[in-house]
């Protein structure tokens, strides 16, 4: 679990936000954070359960000391509901089931905070039973969608969010979050530079023409540097083997 202060470093515009809007007491009762992937929307919003459950601090950031934030750290708070795909979807039933949870007060107190991650994925149905949810909103009930892509959600759905944008993740923190997956240094410096996205850059590290291609131009470059006389030759040959493995993987 990140503190709010680690957050702002990589989302300093929305964590900024939300801190005001807590240190105002003026808690939204929906919530869509979305950014790409590796954007820590996952990370803000547990941040955010931390802090609307922790009891024992008067700042915006949760002390992580408390029951409450043990209990939302260890997974095992009974008023914090987490809702992920069932397989390729969030289903209606899964809504269902949550709104059933709602009908009671809160276990330990009236506070109940409910997340749906890729909430893109709910089917037209969940959609419109969260809807329906989100147009009776409780005092103390509060709600975050994540997701990748807010342009999949019902307008109806968004309009009733206070939107949370993330913004893109900096060359340098894709770099981070690769050397962290176990990527080597050098790898995630290149593969950073080439691909925009955190999971765009994952998959080139899985990629046998990407890998092939890296290697051959290492080869050549060395070549060149060691047999600058034969630069003509060594790109024609060489040079025309990365186009060949590019041609061939592009025909795949
Ligand atoms: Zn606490």
Not at 144 to 155: G, H, P, S
Request: hydrophobic share 40%; with cysteine.
């Amino acid at each position: 679990m990140q503190r709010f202060e680690e957050l702002e470093q990589i989302q300093p515009v929305a964590v900024k936000m939300l801190k005001k809007m807590i240190n105002h007491n003026r808690i939204a009762h929906a919530y869509l954070i979305h950014g790409d992937p590796g954007t820590k929307k996952r990370a803000i919003a547990e941040t955010l359960a931390l802090r609307l459950f922790c009891r024992e601090t008067e700042t915006a950031e949760p002390c992580l000391q408390c029951r409450d934030c043990k209990r939302v750290i260890s997974g095992n708070h009974p008023d914090l509901h987490w809702i992920k795909p069932d397989g390729l979807s969030i289903k209606k039933e899964q809504i269902e089931a949550l709104q059933r949870e709602f009908i009671y007060s809160g276990v330990e107190s009236n506070r109940k905070v409910y997340v749906i991650e890729d909430a893109d994925l709910m089917t037209v149905n969940a959609s419109n039973r969260l809807l329906k949810f989100l147009e009776e909103p409780s005092q103390e009930t509060t709600a975050i969608l994540l997701t990748k892509n807010q342009q999949q959600l019902l307008d109806t759905i968004r309009s009733r969010c206070q939107m949370i944008a993330l913004r893109p993740l900096s060359g340098k923190a894709i770099e981070t979050a690769l050397i962290e997956d176990g990527i080597t240094k050098e790898n995630a410096r290149i593969f950073q530079a080439i691909a925009p996205q955190l999971e765009e850059a994952k998959a080139l590290n899985q990629d046998e023409w990407f890998a092939e291609a890296r290697k051959l131009m290492v080869q050549l470059v060395g070549m060149l540097i060691d047999k600058p006389q034969e630069r003509c030759y060594l790109l024609k040959n060489i040079g025309c083997n990365i186009l060949t493995i590019g041609i061939n993987c592009c025909s795949v």
